[in-house]
């Protein structure tokens, strides 16, 4: 099972907004309605912030957002802050795995 | 809700270890568990889930043959069981909690502990 492809890095301004893609296949992310999101600062464990491609856990901001298109999710940053700066991984349900991670977007607020 | 991952440290090629995981202020025995790994600077990879119960288990491809899930309902850990380890297998092992009681799969991972680190090296 391949990882599902992200971008590298994303970069944006405070206040601003951001996506980030998470593109898989049929048998993936284009298969499912179960993509996630989590977050993760350097040295601490990874933070839920998305399940069910766009619903969000108590606690999570408004500013998180999510969505899809075919094999394609999204996560959406609004208002950009500093401290959502942190690496981004989507993660799928999978017909084989039965999850697989993306590669991982480092979010930086310039 | 408090996961602690233990049993990290540096083992040789070809060796074996035992990680555990901790559970507390929650009713581990109605959760599935998993375990997530992450290599030094890299990204997350999925490794293995238990069902509640035990009774389901499923393992990553990448690892599946060399490793072991298992759990002690009675004393609320979580285990994992690797041999025939390689330097591939150096990363950090994160166990997760299922997002929903009672499911198999569960699909998503709600609460991480702070990870042990495994380290394979001559």
């Known amino acids: 099972q391949s990882a599902l492809t992200q971008p590298a890095s994303v970069s944006g301004s405070p206040g601003q907004s951001i996506t980030v893609s998470c593109t898989g296949t049929s048998s993936d992310v284009g298969g499912y309605n179960y993509v996630s999101w989590y977050q993760q600062h350097p040295g601490k464990a990874p933070k839920l912030i998305i399940y069910?491609?766009?619903r969000r856990p108590s606690g999570v901001s408004t500013r998180f957002s999510g969505s899809k298109s075919g094999n394609t999710a999204s996560l959406t940053i609004s208002g950009l802050q500093a401290e959502d700066e942190a690496d981004y991984y989507c993660s799928s349900y999978t017909s084989t795995s039965p999850y697989v991670f993306g590669t991982g977007t480092k979010v930086t607020v310039l | 809700v408090h996961l602690v991952e233990s049993g990290g440290g540096l083992v040789k090629p070809g060796g074996s270890l035992r990680l555990s995981c901790a559970a507390s202020g929650f009713t581990f025995r109605t959760f599935g568990m998993n375990w997530v790994r992450q290599a030094p600077g890299k990204g997350l990879e999925w490794v293995a889930v238990i069902s509640y119960d035990g009774s389901n288990k499923l393992y990553a491809d990448s690892i599946k043959g060399r490793i072991t899930v298992s759990r002690d309902n009675a004393k609320n850990f979580l285990y994992l069981q690797m041999s025939s380890l390689t330097a591939e297998d150096t990363a950090m092992y994160y166990c997760a909690r299922d997002y929903s009681p009672f499911m198999f799969p569960a699909f998503y991972f709600d609460y991480w502990g702070q990870g042990a680190l495994v380290t394979v090296s001559s």
């Open positions: 069910d491609v766009s």
